[in-house]
């Protein structure tokens, strides 16, 4: 038996502006590191399959399987607000397209699978430790329930890489509903190529936004559904502690996804100004800022559409504008009603807000752990206050808020066993907390061992749920583990 992938490839069938032929360079001896097996399944592919050397070899870009038709895609983007008229794909390389269980379209790429057109300086190839991050945080994010590019099988390639030191090499399979950026839209305006900017809105609305073909204004409307998606997503963000690091806008998805896990994290105590990428000196894409940025990537999408809209630049500007005014109204109303689902609010009455925000004002003023606050105080709701107390360097700023928030919960009907359960579905006991992310890339890169990395994987997959054997994963680091900077690793 051979691997077979249902391949139905549409983006290699846009014009040939729109990315570069490109197979993955072979890699000396592929091993599989892990393969997500619901995923596979998920997909359509045969899980036992891909484990068997053979799938190792096209997971690793070592043989392409058939029906594939390996593109790199071009992009541009704004890079830390300095626009490149040309990024691309300069290490991944997209197989193809399968369509899910569900009918969905997803994108199979490889990413670290060897130089492509759009390399630029770099190798083409990936480190083991960024591969392993962005395994566990993309399927983390997605145990979370919030939109995200998939990891369908990390493969150790038997290479080197060069970074600043020598490294083992590894291939990320990343599946994504497409890995269409805004800066995908940037390549082509900035070239004033406005036929092929048509082209792929047309694409994008048939892949992404099918309902929105048959408007009178499908080109509005898909700028209008593109800021609803990225707002909520940014809200889910912020409502887990999330920080992407990089929001640039070739790292900013079309379909609404989170994509490129590079110097991300989650973080630990609660701080809006929190900023963990070692590139990122100003603070640009800090915490409390992502909100802001998203709009300014929005932004930047509709200046590439303005040419769809109308002839008329002014009219076209106006129009634009009163869309992209839509973000912030949805980001807070997906926010604010996210976070009165963390603090256990069944109903909606004046004073909610501040309420809140003195609780989230007194956690950055204690150093309150972001995650574990919102999880006892779901336990605080039928028990008493202990746990949640604990997280604040002075408790009494807790037990002034929290002798309010009885007052308030009170006033709804709902029992306290109810409201606990409510809280525990949306406020997880484990995230990815990088003391845990980089220990298991340490025992990996250092010492070949994987078993931490699988156990730091089950225990993310199910973030919701106690897991009694595993609450070591739930505490923060310790003063000495805390991890201070994170790196892209590129
Ligand atoms: P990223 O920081 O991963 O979003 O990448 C930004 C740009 O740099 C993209 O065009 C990547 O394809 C490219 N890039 C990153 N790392 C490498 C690498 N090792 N080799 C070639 N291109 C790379
Ligand atoms: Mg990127």
Redesign the pocket.
């Known amino acids: 038996m051979t691997v077979h992938f249902p391949f139905q490839n549409s983006y290699s069938a846009l014009p040939d502006s729109f990315f570069a032929r490109v197979a993955p360079t072979p890699v000396a001896a592929p091993r599989l590191i892990k393969l997500n097996r619901p995923l596979a399944l998920q997909l359509g592919l045969d899980p036992d399959l891909l484990e068997t050397p053979e799938g190792a070899a096209i997971l690793a870009g070592k043989t392409v399987p058939e029906g594939a038709d390996p593109i790199?895609m071009a992009?541009a983007?704004h890079?830390f607000g300095h626009f490149v008229p040309q990024?691309?794909?300069?290490?991944?390389i997209l197989l193809g397209e399968v369509i899910d269980r569900d009918g969905v379209r997803r994108d199979i790429q490889l990413k670290?699978s060897g130089?492509?057109p759009?390399?630029?300086?770099?190798?083409?190839?990936?480190a083991l430790g960024p591969v392993l991050r962005e395994y566990i945080v993309s399927e983390a994010m997605f145990a979370l329930g919030i939109p995200t590019t998939r990891s369908l099988a990390a493969v150790f390639t038997g290479e080197h890489?060069i970074r600043e030191t020598a490294l083992p090499g590894a291939v990320l399979t990343r599946v994504a509903a497409s890995h269409i950026r805004v800066g995908t839209f940037q390549f082509f305006a900035a070239r004033r190529d406005t036929e092929a900017v048509r082209r792929l809105a047309d694409h994008v609305i048939v892949r992404h936004y099918p309902g929105l073909r048959d408007l009178e204004r499908p080109y509005h409307a898909l700028l209008a559904g593109v800021v609803e998606r990225q707002a909520n997503l940014i809200a889910r963000w912020l409502l887990v502690g999330f920080i992407h690091g990089?929001m640039?806008t070739?790292?900013s998805s079309i379909s609404g996804e989170t994509i490129?896990y590079?110097p991300c994290a989650f973080m630990d105590t609660y701080n809006p100004s929190q900023v963990f990428s070692s590139i990122d000196e100003m603070g640009r894409y800090a915490y409390a800022n992502q909100p802001r940025i998203a709009l300014w990537n929005l932004t930047r999408l509709a200046e590439c559409l303005l040419p769809l809209f109308s002839d008329e630049q002014e009219k076209a500007v106006a129009e634009a504008q009163d869309i992209l005014g839509a973000f912030t109204e949805t980001f807070s109303t997906a926010y604010q009603a996210g976070l009165r689902k963390k603090v256990g609010l069944f109903t909606e009455r004046d004073g909610d807000e501040a309420l809140i925000q003195d609780l989230l004002d007194a956690m950055a003023k204690n150093q309150a752990d972001f995650t574990l606050t919102f999880r006892k105080l779901g336990d605080a709701a039928v028990d008493d206050s202990a746990d949640a107390r604990a997280q604040f360097m002075e408790p009494a700023a807790f037990d002034e808020w929290a002798g309010r928030w009885r007052a308030r919960i009170a006033l709804d009907s709902q029992s306290a066993t109810e409201r606990q359960a409510a809280m525990h579905a949306v406020n997880p006991m484990f995230i990815p907390r990088n003391h845990r992310v980089e220990a298991v890339i340490q025992a990996a890169v250092n010492d070949d061992n994987y078993a931490p990395f699988e156990e730091l994987v089950k225990v993310l997959a199910k973030p919701f749920d106690d897991q009694p054997a595993y609450t070591a994963y739930a505490d923060p680091p310790l003063p000495d583990q805390r991890v201070l900077q994170t790196f892209?690793g590129?």
């Open positions: 790199a992009y983007g890079q990024l691309g794909d300069g290490r991944a670290g130089p492509t759009f390399s630029r300086r770099g190798d083409g190839r990936a890489v990089v640039n070739d790292n490129d590079g892209c590129t």
